[in-house]
T-cell receptor
Framework: AQSVTQLDSQVPVFEEAPVELRCNYS??????LFWYVQYPNQGLQLLLK????STLVKGINGFEAEFNKSQTSFHLRKPSVHISDTAEYFC??????????WGAGTKLIIKP | NAGVTQTPKFQVLKTGQSMTLQCAQD?????MYWYRQDPGMGLRLIYY???????DKGEVPNGYNVSRLNKREFSLRLESAAPSQTSVYFC????????????FGPGTRLTVT
C-alpha cells in the first residue's frame, strides 16, 4: 500500500531565507502528487500538483516542487519565505485506487 | 459561490450522545469526502462518496455513518460519541476522485467528554 512520509514535523526558518519541505512516497508506480497548505484554523487549500509532464511544478504564493521518480520524492521549495507563509503543509499522493494518501504534515515556522 | 460549507463549527458532546455534521458544496462536484485531523497524524479518510448515490468506507470508518443526500450534500453521523472521536472534521469535494483538486470546508472542531 502507498504511504507518504514527511520527514520533518517542524521546520523553523528565518524570514526571507529559502526553505525546503521534504516528502517521500513509497511506490514508484504512476502516481499523482499534491501539496496542500493549511493556515491556522482553516481548511486545506491546494498549493500545487503533479499529474504528468514537466517534473518541476510551480504553484501559488511562489512555491514550487520537483518530482523525482527515482528517489520517489516530491519536495516543496520556496526561495524566500515571508511571515505569511506560516502554516502547516501536507503532501499527498493518489494511489492506484485514486485514494489520496496524506503525509503527517510539516509546520513551517517563520522566525523574524 | 460559497465553495464547501460545514455546520456546526464547534460542538461539545457527552459520551454516548449522537450528532450529525452537515456538509454542502455548490461546485457541482461528483465526489465528496469526510476526513478527521488529529495532531501529528495528517488527515485520515473516514468515508467518501465517489458519486451521488454511492458511499464507501475509508481508512477509519468505525463509529461513523454517512449519507449522500443529493449531489450537493454529504452528512456524517456519530451514533454514540466516544472520547476517541474528539477531533477536527473536514468535509471536502472534488470533480472526480483522485486526480482533481479537493476543496475543503472550514472544519468542525468536536470535543467528546
Amino acid at each position: 500500500a502507498q504511504s507518504v512520509t514527511q520527514l520533518d514535523s517542524q521546520v523553523p526558518v528565518f524570514e526571507e531565507a529559502p526553505v525546503e519541505l521534504r516528502c517521500n512516497y513509497s511506490s514508484s508506480v504512476s502516481v499523482y502528487l499534491f501539496w496542500y497548505v493549511q493556515y491556522p484554523n482553516q481548511g486545506l487549500q491546494l498549493l500545487l500538483k503533479y499529474l504528468s509532464g514537466s517534473t518541476l511544478v510551480k504553484g501559488i504564493n511562489g512555491f514550487e516542487a520537483e518530482f523525482n521518480k527515482s528517489q520517489t520524492s516530491f519536495h516543496l521549495r520556496k526561495p524566500s519565505v515571508h511571515i505569511s507563509d506560516t502554516a502547516e503543509y501536507f503532501c499527498a499522493v493518489s494511489d492506484s485506487n485514486y485514494q489520496l494518501i496524506w503525509g503527517a504534515g510539516t509546520k513551517l515556522i517563520i522566525k523574524p | 459561490n460559497a465553495g464547501v460549507t460545514q455546520t456546526p463549527k464547534f460542538q461539545v458532546l457527552k459520551t454516548g450522545q449522537s450528532m450529525t455534521l452537515q456538509c454542502a458544496q455548490d461546485m457541482n462536484h461528483n465526489s465528496m469526502y469526510w476526513y478527521r485531523q488529529d495532531p501529528g497524524m495528517g488527515l485520515r479518510l473516514i468515508y467518501y462518496s465517489a458519486s451521488e448515490g454511492t458511499t464507501d468506507k475509508g481508512e477509519v470508518p468505525n463509529g461513523y455513518n454517512v449519507s449522500r443526500l443529493n449531489k450537493r450534500e454529504f452528512s456524517l453521523r456519530l451514533e454514540s460519541a466516544a472520547p476517541s472521536q474528539t477531533s477536527v472534521y473536514f468535509c471536502a469535494s472534488s470533480e472526480i476522485r483522485g486526480i482533481n483538486e479537493q476543496y475543503f470546508g472550514p472544519g468542525t472542531r468536536l470535543t467528546v467528554t
